[in-house]
Structures are given as structure tokens and as C-alpha cells.
């Protein structure tokens, strides 16, 4: 029973590195580094809670989608188009996101931090399994979004390995140059990348504010937006690689949780430990793990 | 009949520059038409546009008797050229079959058909007789296989236009007679082939026609049969072009580099370099011929202390270098001429006068106590801007603004103004115009008068037989063979670059 | 030649150009709460700039991102990205503070200097991981900076609240718990005011201003900078390993020297960013010491085109911002955040408009070199 309950929170904690981890892999076979996933997260989260406080959950995941699209939006009009520096950018991104959502709730809630409660998605039973005792936390009160994003994990796979954009936004990550010649749209499959990132972030942020905590929280994100970049680049790049990954940090979180209830360790250690293991894990664990070539380096036309 | 490609008064500027002024072209169907000229004469920039990377300022194209406007790679597809770049566009971590199908993809719904792929090339593969490996990675293959996935990536296309950007500049002497082979194929097949190229040899070999490029303008179209190499030199260069150096006899003196042994390993542990021993004396030029890629570059970074030597012994000025710093080897008095100026040897957005200075910023007559002594440093570069002749506007330039001839003056001037003893130039003259080349080969001359010990590394088999003293062919990290210049032809030295084995088609 | 003056123009516009750009788009925002964008800017430059302790505040609030602009620029200047400033900056200062309260009766003139040496040291140490981590083990520094401020703010959390809690205080009537904060830093560990030597100007600030000689230190620290970058061998290597890591390699430079010693230097500084708070406002360290001062170092390092007089001016730009954000907050209602949007405007701003200008310039420089070549051969070849 402690068992299946440890891994249903895991599962709860590792949704959101997990949506935002799988858009990150879009945007990086794409060749753009995206550290304004946070901010996207933020953006998300926000306007996930306020279109779902004025017309229900299904308009607030809308909304968190399209306010962290905007977001990427205006990242890949600066990396893809005026081709400036994807860090800063990213930098950007994340301070616009942290004082737009603080500057909005202000001016809407008018409460700096919180947002008042939001009601999420209705959860779901899956029928069958959950008569089975050790699975019952696991399959009870489920929310939907956590199905769409282990469902996402299969799709996303499909469509970079075997599909006709997966090869073309993998080819532009990789040579750009080489995709240009012949005749793929650089930019086209750039702004692809770049957005579906965003979308992804939006969702991650709506589905901590509507599914897991239930209001927007100044701050909820945690710097998960920037684990999620971690768990891509333990995953290899790859979206099972990211699922896994996950997994990982979010079982370490929920054991943590666990572990804070004992009282041994002090609480901060505990909060350090997906931070920690990010370390170790760039530090050694990971194989010769490499990213696209042409990751982070913008691309001109005409340029050698 | 229409002309498969006919150019009218196409013009292209860049700032400062026309790259192709008022240039008039016409390719038969089925026939091999040569481009020739000089770097920097426009046939890059002209090819960019037949490709519809770059868009004409001026002037109009004809495909197969239509006008046409090539606004994009995607459409000069459409209109069934196809480009084979000098520098391969391969995505190295895709397969071969991925590369070849990319961008023109055969698909079932969203999804990838990959067995339709597949068969499509392989019907290709079988008709033009052609080998590949469809599941080998770019990465894994050899030169001459990557050219034939270009090759095989416009025909997938439907291509009928061949362009070839200088397709020999990488191919060993046998694989270029298999790529002419290949070419020859095509055009019995109906293939329009478009050939650009500087080695006159070659062209004078296959071209049905030779068009000459000038600084941007069209200086004839010639058939083979009706002109000599000497002619064709004369058209590019508009002057006779000079192939022998005035070089003096040198006394040798002391062995001031000597390798023994030397191997260097590549991160997979894979030796690049595997046992290469030589000797050169003072006064004495030591050239390196062989297809690139075979250790030549990973043996001038072991000696100036870019690599770590996995084993054997680098001597250079009495002392053993092997496992010194680079600092420490070049304090000894060796000077290294990179061969990627961009990436090795300058800072690009740097002063000119900064770049002078760059790797001897610490030495005594540049400091003044623990700080930069500008007024010095600017002085020494005035001076040497004076004595090589660098055109520029003024020092404080960034260097990026140099033509390339001039920036490699700067880095000869900060290399060898300080006395070296040992001098490793790797493809000094990679790049350069005629002018700049010689200027380039006088330096050096200079050098090995002085008594300096030079070992010259060039993919160019004419620099290294005209300048060298002494040529060893390097071939898989091992000098296979050595003569002196004067006693091989070039074909001699194209058997040994690949290693001997005449009848072998591929190079590594 | 009169290009070259041309050119500088360019440069010299470039941040102007963006600030106004930013201003502009942010006016927006403004603009959809209702609220008038001529009135909020007006406000924000007579709030600032109107009384002397006004324009001290907002020196005061420049203080601290001199220093963390400098550290981000230092970074910037080798090729890489030092996101790390944020947590460095605060275990310098939790070191600082160490050294400030746990260290009694020595005199201020060895106790100030030791403490600012302790929140140096803090700073490197903290600067050290990531840097040794990426010349040994390849680890890219954004994220293992990224990581180590999360690492920090926890860490500083614990050693506050658990470790070195201030025992001492007295409970505050209605709270059942004392604060999480630590002890007092000594007087002699505190630095400062500048009301003092203001003084002997005949210029008089109110008591509740904190502008304190780290000011001057900053300005003193800037020129510093400057000349380390411009005139010492040091500072060459640093910009030829920035500009080409090969190439520098190549001429005998040791870029992973640089690297170690140029990052361990943005840290020192980094660690110098909190003391101006912590040494004359809190005099104490406690859960809220101010944050953001890293990231926002970022944004003047980029205003400032990484020029260390420049980042006096970009951080005394940002000191006039977040004094104006406190106006526009009081007076007119409008949340203080709108700075943060401006700030995040003015760094997107900046950095597209400087890549516009560079290739423009790059441009000009080409066709200079080009119209010399031209006239080279038109003469007849000597």
C-alpha cells in the first residue's frame, strides 16, 4: 500500500518534468536551446488558473497552452529570426514570465502570489485495475492529464523517429545547411520546435496550478522547467529517455516527502536532491551522451 | 534542340564587390561542361545561383528553353538541377539512406514510408551501378562514398542538371577516375553535367566545354580538343602563370626536428598518426603530400603540442618536446602556420595589431612592468604591416576585415619575425589567390635560406613537388613513401597516397 | 576615418536605442491596466530624481548590481555564461556574515576589509564548482549554475534557519517563534555611510538612506576591471579565449587556465554583491535577503555591452528603475513588477539590436577593406 502510494505521487511529481521535458526534446532536435522553459512553465501555470477561474479547466489548459506558446513565440522570433544568443534569450524570457504573471495577478486577483482556488479536470477511475489493492492509488482519482502525457511519451517518439517532420526537425538540429539545401524550411521547422515547447510548458504549469495544487502559487514552478532540461539530457534526447528520467526526479521528490515526515534529514537537503543528482548525473552517470550538432548555434542563410 | 541552361548578363554584388559581372552561359543537353577559374573568379557565387542559394542582382536564366527565376533550393529542385557541394551537405549522424531521401521524402499518411525509400534508391543504386551502404551513418564512411551520396541525393530527386562544386578537391587521383566513370554514366543516361574546377588536368580530361572565369566575367568557352593547359592558365590568371620557383641550393645544417616514432591517438583510440618518423634538417623544406584526412593535421598538432603524442619522441632544437606545453614549444622556437586561419590562427573580431601580438603578449618587449606596453606592440605591427606589404585601413581594424591573403601576411608576420627554428606550416596556401600563394612560397623559401628547418603539409601535390626538398607521402598515419621532387610525377605520388594499392577504389 | 567615429556612434546608440524600444513596448502593458504611460514614466523621473535622497537610494539600489554586472560581463568576456552569480553572491554573503558576527572585538579596520575578503571567498568557492566541473568532466556551466542557485538558496536556508540561528532575539509579542535569521554582524564588521564625507560638501542625506562606500568601491572595482581586460596580459588572454578558444589554444594560451582563473574572478566579485545590503541595511542575514541581484546583473552586463564603465551606468539605470518602480507603486498604483517586464524588454532589446548593428558594422568594415582592394589594383603593379 505505501509502495503503490510512493509511486502514484511519483507519478503526480514526474508529469510536469515530463511534458516539459518532451518539449524541450522538440525544441533542442530542432536545434534551439530553451531555457525560458521555467518562464513558459510560470506563464502556464498563471493563465491556467485564470481562464479556468472565469470558464472552467478546459479553457484554462487552453489558455496555459497558448500563453506558453507565446512565450516560445517570442523566443524563437529572437534566436530563430534575429538569431541572438538562445541563453539569454531563454534569461529573458524567464525574468518576462516571473514579472508579467506577478504584474497580472496583481492586477486581476489582486493578490501578488496566489490566485484564489481553481477546479481541474473531473478524475478519472480506470475500471478493472483499480480493484486490485497495490494499484489502487495508482489508478484512482487519476487526472486526465497525466494519461495525455504518458500517452504524449509513444506519440512524440513516433513522430521525431518516423515521421517525415521528425526527420526534417532533426535533420535542421543537426545541418541546417544541409536541410536548406534542399529545400526544408529552416525556419519553419525552428518556430515548430521552438512552439511545440511552449504548448508543452503551458500544459506542464496548467497541470501543476488546476490538477496538482489547485490555484496558482507565486513561485510553483520550482525551477522544474529547468530539471525537465536535465531529464531530456539524461534521456538521451530521446522522449522514453525523458519519461524515465522523470520518473527518476519525480520519485526522488516524493520519497523526499516521505522522508520529511520521519524528520531525520533536514528538510532543505531533501529539497536539494533533484538539483544534486542533475549535478551527478551531467558529472558522470551519463554515458558520452551528445545533443545535436547544431544545437545552439544559430543559422544564417548564406553563411558557411 | 533547347540548351539545358542558358545564363544571360547575370549579375551579383556584394558589398564592396561584383562577384559576377554580366556573366552569359549556355550548357548543351547531355553534355559536360566545364567552369574554370581562379579562386575568388565567381564560380562559387554563380553556382549558388543556378542552386537558388543566392539571387541575381541582374540578368536572366533559361532552364530547357524556359525563363525561369530561382528563388529557392526547393525550387531549383523542382526545376531539376541538382546541386553536389564541394563541402558535402551531409547530416553526418543520419544514415545514407536518410541523407539521400530527406526533403523529398516518400510518405505514407505522416508517417515515413520507408520501404518505398528504400526500394526508390536502391532501383538508383542498381542503374547507375553505384555501391553504398544504405545503413552505414555518414560519419562511418570514406570520402569518396560520401560524394556518391550527394551524387545519388540530386539523382533521387529527378535531377537532370548536374552541378559539381569541385568534386576532385578531395579524391585521390584513382578516385577521381572512378568519379569520371561515374560522370561519364550520367551523361549516357541523358545527364546535363555541370563541372567546376581549377585543376586544368582534370577538366581538359572530361569536359565536353570549357567556359573560363575572370574576376567575375566570362573569359571564353573553349573545347578541350583545340587548347592547352597553358592556354587555359593564361585565360584564368591573365598573366603566364609562373610554376617554377626560383630556389636556390641550400647547405643543409643540423637536424633541427626529428620524429621518432610517433604515434597519436584519436579520442576513440583509433591511432590517426601510427609510427611516422622523419628528419629535417636546417635549410631544408620537408613536404607531406596525401588525400587529407590520413594524420597529416594530427601530425602538425602533435609537433606545436595540440595532441598528445601516445607514444615516440619529438625532438625539435636538440631538446625532446614530446609532453610539453604548447607555450614551452613554441618559447623553444617553433612557429606553426595553421591551416584553418579562421578557427586556429587569428581572433577574427580582434585588432589587427591584437592579433599580432597573439601567443607573444608576454614576452619582454611587449610589457611594461606587469601590463601591456600598447605603444610597443602597435609600433611592431606598423612595421610589420609595412614589410609584408598587408593591405589595410588601419590597425585598429578588426582582423575579420582582411581579405584572406592578408590575414595569413599577418599571421606569417607574428609567426616568423621571431626567428623560429622550426616551422610547421600546415596548408599555408589553402585559400589564397595566386599572388598570395607566391608571396606565401617566398616566405617560406626565405626561411629554409636561413637555415630554419620547414616541414610543409599541403594538399596541393604541385606546391609540395615545386617548393619541398624532400616529399614523403603520408597515407592511414604512416609516411609510405619519400623521394625527392625531382625524381617522381605526380602520378607517381597519387599511388602511394593511396597506400599503393592502385587498384583499391576507395581512398581511406 | 570618419567612419571609425561613425561606427562609435553606432556602438555608443545601440542601448539607447534599446531602452527607449522597451520603454515603448512595455507602454503596453501599462496601457492595457488603464493607466497612462507618459504619466507612469513621469512619474518614475520625478520620484527619482527630484530629492537628494531619492537620487541616493537609487545609488544605493545601483550598488550592488555594479558588482554583479561586473562578475556576468567577466563571463561573458571568456565565452561563457555565468547564470551562477545569483547563489554565489549569496554564499558569499552568508560567509560575510559569518565572519561578521562570529568573530568579536577586533577593530573595523581589519574586521570590514576581512569580512569583504570572506564574502569573496564565498563567492569563488561557489564559482569554483561549476568551472572545475566543466574543465574536467565537459559539463556545460549554464545548467550546473543553474542547479548550484537552487542548491544555494536551500543551503543558505538551512545554515539561517537551523544551523546558525540567532538564539538571542527576543520573541516578538503575538509570534509564538523567533526568526529565522542569524545573530548580529558586529559594528566593526559594518560599513560606512557616505553621509559623512557627503557632508563635507554641504550635502546633507536623511538617516534613512543606506548609501554606503560601496559605491565608490564599485566604481573603484569597474575601472579596475577595465584595466585588467585592456592593458595586462591576463586580460588579453581572457577576450582571445572568448573570441576563438582555438585559436588562443593554438598560440600557447591555456584556455582552461582562463577559464579556472577568469570564472574564480567573476565569483569574487559575484561575492561582493550582497555586502552593500547586508553590511549597512540588514546587518544581518535572514530569509529575506534580497535575490535577483544575479539576474539582474545579466541584464546590465548585456545594456552595458560588457563594457565595465558602461555597467556603472547600466547598473545606476537599473538603481533609477527600481527606485522609480517604488513611485509608481505608491503614487499611481501600478505594480512594481512593470520594471521586471521592462527589464526582460530592454535585454531582448538590447541583444537584437546589438546583433543588427554588428552585422551592419561588419558590413561598412567589409566595404572599406573592399574599395582598398580596388584601388590596389587599379595601380599598375609596382
Given at each position: 500500500m505505501f509502495f503503490g502510494e510512493l509511486l502514484a505521487s511519483s507519478l503526480r511529481m514526474a508529469v510536469p518534468i515530463l511534458l516539459t521535458a518532451l518539449g524541450a526534446v522538440f525544441t533542442e532536435r530542432a536545434g534551439v536551446v530553451n531555457i525560458g522553459l521555467e518562464g513558459m512553465m510560470i506563464v502556464g501555470s498563471f493563465w491556467g488558473a485564470l481562464g479556468a477561474y472565469y470558464y472552467g479547466p478546459y479553457f484554462g489548459l487552453l489558455l496555459a497552452m497558448a500563453a506558453g506558446m507565446f512565450m516560445a513565440l517570442i523566443h524563437a522570433i529572437n534566436t530563430v529570426t534575429f538569431r541572438v544568443d538562445q541563453v539569454v534569450s531563454g534569461v529573458a524570457i524567464n525574468i518576462l514570465a516571473y514579472g508579467s504573471t506577478r504584474f497580472l495577478s496583481l492586477a486581476i486577483f489582486n493578490m501578488a502570489t496566489t490566485s484564489p482556488h481553481v477546479s481541474g479536470l473531473p478524475k478519472i477511475n480506470i475500471p478493472v485495475l483499480s480493484g486490485i489493492e497495490f494499484l489502487k492509488p495508482l489508478v484512482t482519482d487519476v487526472s486526465p492529464v497525466i494519461i495525455?502525457?504518458?500517452?504524449?511519451?509513444?506519440?512524440?517518439?513516433?513522430?521525431?523517429?518516423?515521421t517525415v517532420f521528425g526527420l526534417r526537425l532533426r535533420s535542421v538540429g543537426e545541418n541546417p545547411l544541409a536541410a536548406d539545401t534542399l529545400g526544408i524550411n529552416v525556419f519553419k521547422m525552428k518556430y515548430a520546435g521552438v512552439l511545440l515547447s511552449g504548448i508543452l510548458s503551458g500544459l506542464s504549469g496548467a497541470y501543476l496550478a488546476l490538477e496538482h495544487t489547485g490555484m496558482y502559487v507565486e513561485g510553483m514552478t520550482q525551477g522544474e522547467g529547468f530539471i525537465a532540461l536535465a531529464a531530456m539530457i539524461f534521456g538521451n534526447w530521446e522522449p522514453k529517455g525523458a519519461l524515465w528520467a522523470s520518473l527518476l526526479f519525480g520519485f526522488s521528490e516524493a520519497l523526499s516527502f516521505r522522508v520529511v515526515e520521519g524528520g531525520v534529514v533536514p528538510y532543505q537537503f531533501i529539497k536539494m536532491i533533484p538539483y544534486v543528482l542533475t549535478l551527478l548525473v551531467l558529472t558522470g552517470v551519463v554515458k558520452k551522451s551528445t545533443g545535436p550538432a547544431a544545437s545552439g548555434v544559430p543559422y544564417e542563410r548564406g553563411l558557411k | 534542340m533547347d540548351k539545358a541552361v542558358v545564363l544571360r548578363g547575370i549579375t551579383k554584388r556584394f558589398p564592396g564587390i561584383v562577384a559576377n559581372d554580366r556573366i552569359d552561359l549556355e550548357v548543351e543537353k547531355g553534355e559536360i561542361h566545364a567552369i574554370v577559374g581562379e579562386n575568388g573568379a565567381g564560380k562559387s557565387t554563380l553556382m549558388k545561383i543556378l542552386a537558388g542559394i543566392y539571387q541575381p542582382d541582374e540578368g536572366e536564366i533559361y532552364i530547357f528553353g524556359k525563363k525561369e527565376k530561382i528563388t529557392s533550393p526547393g525550387r531549383a529542385i523542382e526545376l531539376k538541377i541538382g546541386m553536389v557541394h564541394q563541402h558535402f551537405m551531409l547530416v553526418d549522424r543520419f544514415t545514407v539512406l536518410e541523407n539521400i531521401i530527406l526533403g523529398a521524402e516518400k510518405r505514407l499518411g505522416i508517417a515515413l514510408d520507408e520501404k518505398k525509400c528504400r526500394k526508390a534508391v536502391e532501383e538508383l543504386l542498381s542503374l547507375y551501378n553505384f555501391s553504398l551502404n544504405l545503413d552505414a551513418r555518414v560519419e562511418e564512411i570514406s570520402v569518396g562514398q560520401a560524394q556518391r551520396v550527394e551524387i545519388l541525393k540530386v539523382l533521387y530527386r529527378g535531377a537532370d542538371i548536374l552541378v559539381l562544386d569541385e568534386p576532385t578537391a578531395v579524391l585521390a587521383p584513382q578516385e577521381v577516375k572512378e568519379l569520371f566513370n561515374n560522370l561519364r554514366r550520367l551523361k549516357g543516361e541523358g545527364k546535363t553535367i555541370i563541372f567546376i574546377s581549377h585543376k586544368l588536368d582534370e577538366v581538359l580530361e572530361i569536359a565536353d566545354r570549357i567556359t573560363v572565369l575572370r574576376r567575375g566575367r566570362v573569359e571564353g568557352t573553349v573545347l578541350p580538343s583545340r587548347v592547352?593547359?597553358?592556354?587555359?592558365?593564361?585565360?584564368?590568371?591573365?598573366?603566364?602563370?609562373?610554376?617554377?620557383?626560383?630556389?636556390?641550393?641550400?647547405?643543409?645544417?643540423?637536424?633541427?626536428?626529428?620524429?621518432?616514432?610517433?604515434?597519436?591517438?584519436?579520442?576513440?583510440?583509433?591511432?590517426?598518426?601510427?609510427?611516422?618518423?622523419?628528419?629535417?634538417?636546417?635549410?631544408?623544406?620537408?613536404?607531406?603530400?596525401?588525400?587529407?584526412?590520413?594524420?597529416?593535421?594530427?601530425?602538425?598538432?602533435?609537433?606545436?603540442?595540440?595532441?598528445?603524442?601516445?607514444?615516440?619522441?619529438?625532438?625539435?632544437?636538440?631538446?625532446?618536446?614530446?609532453?610539453?606545453?604548447?607555450?614551452?614549444?613554441?618559447?623553444?622556437?617553433?612557429?606553426?602556420?595553421?591551416?584553418?586561419?579562421?578557427?586556429?590562427?587569428?581572433?577574427?573580431?580582434?585588432?589587427?595589431?591584437?592579433?599580432?601580438?597573439?601567443?607573444?603578449?608576454?614576452?619582454?618587449?611587449?610589457?611594461?612592468?606587469?601590463?601591456?606596453?600598447?605603444?610597443?606592440?602597435?609600433?611592431?605591427?606598423?612595421?610589420?604591416?609595412?614589410?609584408?606589404?598587408?593591405?589595410?585601413?588601419?590597425?585598429?581594424?578588426?582582423?575579420?576585415?582582411?581579405?584572406?591573403?592578408?590575414?595569413?601576411?599577418?599571421?606569417?608576420?607574428?609567426?616568423?619575425?621571431?626567428?623560429?627554428?622550426?616551422?610547421?606550416?600546415?596548408?599555408?596556401?589553402?585559400?589564397?589567390?595566386?599572388?598570395?600563394?607566391?608571396?606565401?612560397?617566398?616566405?617560406?623559401?626565405?626561411?629554409?635560406?636561413?637555415?630554419?628547418?620547414?616541414?610543409?603539409?599541403?594538399?596541393?601535390?604541385?606546391?609540395?613537388?615545386?617548393?619541398?626538398?624532400?616529399?614523403?607521402?603520408?597515407?592511414?598515419?604512416?609516411?609510405?613513401?619519400?623521394?625527392?621532387?625531382?625524381?617522381?610525377?605526380p602520378e607517381d605520388i597519387g599511388v602511394y597516397m593511396l597506400g599503393g594499392d592502385v587498384k583499391a577504389g576507395e581512398g581511406k | 576615418m570618419k567612419k571609425r567615429y561613425y561606427i562609435v556612434l553606432l556602438r555608443v546608440l545601440a542601448p539607447v536605442l534599446a531602452i527607449v524600444l522597451s520603454a515603448l513596448m512595455s507602454s503596453i502593458v501599462i496601457l492595457a491596466i488603464g493607466k497612462s504611460p507618459l504619466q507612469v514614466f513621469y512619474t518614475m523621473f520625478k520620484f527619482s530624481l527630484s530629492r537628494l535622497d531619492s537620487v541616493a537610494i537609487m545609488l544605493y539600489n545601483a550598488t550592488p548590481l555594479i558588482f554583479s554586472g561586473l562578475a556576468v560581463?567577466?563571463?561573458?568576456?571568456?565565452?561563457?555564461?555565468?547564470?551562477?552569480?545569483?547563489?554565489?553572491?549569496?554564499?558569499?554573503?552568508?560567509?560575510?556574515?559569518?565572519?561578521?558576527?562570529?568573530?568579536?572585538?577586533?577593530?573595523?579596520?581589519?574586521?570590514?576589509?576581512?569580512?569583504?575578503?570572506?564574502?569573496?571567498?564565498?563567492?569563488?568557492?561557489?564559482?569554483?564548482?561549476?568551472?572545475?566541473?566543466?574543465?574536467?568532466?565537459?559539463?556545460?556551466?549554464?545548467?550546473?549554475?543553474?542547479?548550484?542557485?537552487?542548491?544555494?538558496?536551500?543551503?543558505?536556508?538551512?545554515?539561517?534557519?537551523?544551523?546558525?540561528?540567532?538564539?538571542?532575539?527576543?520573541?516578538?509579542?503575538?509570534?509564538?517563534?523567533?526568526?529565522?535569521?542569524?545573530?548580529?554582524?558586529?559594528?566593526?564588521?559594518?560599513?560606512?555611510?557616505?553621509?559623512?564625507?557627503?557632508?563635507?560638501?554641504?550635502?546633507?542625506?536623511?538617516?534613512?538612506?543606506?548609501?554606503?562606500?560601496?559605491?565608490?568601491?564599485?566604481?573603484?572595482?569597474?575601472?579596475?576591471?577595465?584595466?585588467?581586460?585592456?592593458?595586462?596580459?591576463?586580460?588579453?588572454?581572457?577576450?582571445?579565449?572568448?573570441?576563438?578558444?582555438?585559436?588562443?589554444?593554438?598560440?600557447?594560451?591555456?584556455?582552461?587556465?582562463?577559464?579556472?582563473?577568469?570564472?574564480?574572478?567573476?565569483?569574487?566579485?559575484?561575492?561582493?554583491?550582497?555586502?552593500?545590503?547586508?553590511?549597512?541595511?540588514?546587518?544581518?542575514?535572514?530569509?529575506?535577503?534580497?535575490?535577483?541581484?544575479?539576474?539582474?546583473?545579466?541584464?546590465?552586463?548585456?545594456?552595458?555591452?560588457?563594457?565595465?564603465?558602461?555597467?556603472?551606468?547600466?547598473?545606476?539605470?537599473?538603481?533609477?528603475?527600481?527606485?522609480?518602480?517604488?513611485?509608481?507603486?505608491?503614487?499611481?498604483?501600478?505594480?512594481?513588477?512593470?520594471?521586471?517586464?521592462?527589464?526582460?524588454?530592454?535585454?531582448?532589446?538590447?541583444?537584437?539590436?546589438?546583433?543588427?548593428?554588428?552585422?551592419?558594422?561588419?558590413?561598412?568594415?567589409?566595404?572599406?577593406?573592399?574599395?582598398?582592394?580596388?584601388?590596389?589594383?587599379?595601380?599598375?603593379?609596382?
Open positions: 495525455l502525457a504518458l500517452v504524449l511519451v509513444p506519440i512524440s517518439s513516433f513522430v521525431i523517429n518516423r | 592547352t593547359k597553358e592556354d587555359l592558365a593564361r585565360m584564368m590568371v591573365g598573366k603566364p602563370v609562373m610554376m617554377k620557383l626560383d630556389k636556390e641550393p641550400v647547405n643543409a645544417g643540423d637536424v633541427l626536428l626529428s620524429i621518432e616514432d610517433l604515434v597519436v591517438k584519436e579520442s576513440s583510440g583509433k591511432p590517426i598518426v601510427n609510427g611516422v618518423s622523419l628528419k629535417i634538417r636546417g635549410g631544408e623544406i620537408y613536404g607531406i603530400a596525401g588525400i587529407e584526412g590520413n594524420g597529416q593535421k594530427e601530425l602538425a598538432e602533435a609537433i606545436i603540442g595540440l595532441r598528445e603524442a601516445s607514444s615516440g619522441r619529438i625532438t625539435a632544437c636538440g631538446r625532446d618536446i614530446t609532453g610539453l606545453s604548447i607555450k614551452e614549444i613554441r618559447d623553444l622556437g617553433v612557429a606553426f602556420i595553421p591551416e584553418d586561419r579562421h578557427r586556429q590562427g587569428l581572433v577574427l573580431p580582434m585588432k589587427v595589431w591584437e592579433n599580432m601580438m597573439l601567443g607573444y603578449h608576454t614576452k619582454k618587449e611587449f610589457l611594461k612592468g606587469k601590463s601591456l606596453n600598447l605603444k610597443a606592440i602597435r609600433r611592431f605591427t606598423k612595421n610589420k604591416v609595412e614589410e609584408y606589404g598587408v593591405r589595410l585601413s588601419s590597425i585598429e581594424q578588426p582582423i575579420e576585415g582582411l581579405s584572406g591573403g592578408n590575414q595569413q601576411k599577418v599571421i606569417l608576420g607574428r609567426e616568423l619575425s621571431r626567428e623560429p627554428k622550426v616551422i610547421v606550416a600546415s596548408q599555408p596556401t589553402r585559400g589564397l589567390d595566386v599572388g598570395a600563394a607566391e608571396f606565401v612560397h617566398r616566405e617560406l623559401l626565405k626561411m629554409r635560406k636561413k637555415g630554419r628547418a620547414i616541414l610543409l603539409i599541403s594538399a596541393d601535390l604541385e606546391e609540395v613537388l615545386s617548393i619541398a626538398d624532400r616529399v614523403g607521402v603520408m597515407y592511414n598515419g604512416k609516411i609510405t613513401a619519400e623521394f625527392r621532387p625531382e625524381e617522381v610525377t | 560581463s567577466i563571463g561573458f568576456r571568456m565565452g561563457l555564461f555565468n547564470i551562477g552569480v545569483e547563489g554565489q553572491y549569496l554564499i558569499g554573503a552568508f560567509l560575510a556574515a559569518l565572519a561578521g558576527f562570529s568573530i568579536k572585538g577586533l577593530p573595523a579596520v581589519i574586521h570590514l576589509p576581512l569580512v569583504i575578503l570572506c564574502g569573496a571567498l564565498g563567492g569563488m568557492m561557489w564559482s569554483f564548482i561549476p568551472i572545475f566541473l566543466k574543465v574536467k568532466r565537459g559539463v556545460h556551466e549554464v545548467i550546473s549554475t543553474i542547479m548550484l542557485n537552487y542548491i544555494s538558496y536551500s543551503l543558505i536556508h538551512y545554515l539561517i534557519a537551523d544551523v546558525f540561528i540567532d538564539k538571542s532575539q527576543k520573541l516578538i509579542q503575538g509570534l509564538g517563534s523567533i526568526l529565522s535569521r542569524t545573530p548580529k554582524l558586529s559594528p566593526s564588521a559594518m560599513m560606512p555611510k557616505l553621509h559623512g564625507f557627503l557632508g563635507l560638501f554641504g550635502l546633507q542625506l536623511p538617516r534613512h538612506v543606506y548609501l554606503n562606500w560601496f559605491f565608490p568601491l564599485g566604481i573603484l572595482t569597474a575601472a579596475l576591471v577595465y584595466y585588467l581586460l585592456m592593458y595586462t596580459p591576463f586580460g588579453f588572454e581572457l577576450r582571445a579565449v572568448g573570441q576563438n578558444r582555438e585559436a588562443a589554444r593554438t598560440v600557447g594560451i591555456e584556455p582552461e587556465r582562463v577559464y579556472v582563473i577568469g570564472f574564480l574572478l567573476s565569483g569574487a566579485l559575484a561575492g561582493l554583491v550582497g555586502l552593500s545590503d547586508l553590511l549597512s541595511y540588514f546587518g544581518y542575514m535572514d530569509m529575506d535577503f534580497p535575490r535577483n541581484y544575479g539576474f539582474d546583473g545579466i541584464a546590465v552586463a548585456l545594456i552595458a555591452q560588457n563594457h565595465p564603465l558602461g555597467i556603472i551606468f547600466s547598473a545606476i539605470l537599473f538603481g533609477f528603475l527600481k527606485r522609480g518602480a517604488e513611485g509608481i507603486q505608491t503614487l499611481m498604483g501600478v505594480p512594481r513588477e512593470m520594471v521586471s517586464i521592462l527589464q526582460a524588454l530592454m535585454i531582448m532589446s538590447i541583444v537584437v539590436i546589438a546583433k543588427l548593428m554588428n552585422d551592419y558594422i561588419k558590413r561598412l568594415e567589409k566595404k572599406e577593406e573592399m574599395m582598398v582592394c580596388s584601388s590596389e589594383n587599379s595601380s599598375p603593379p609596382a
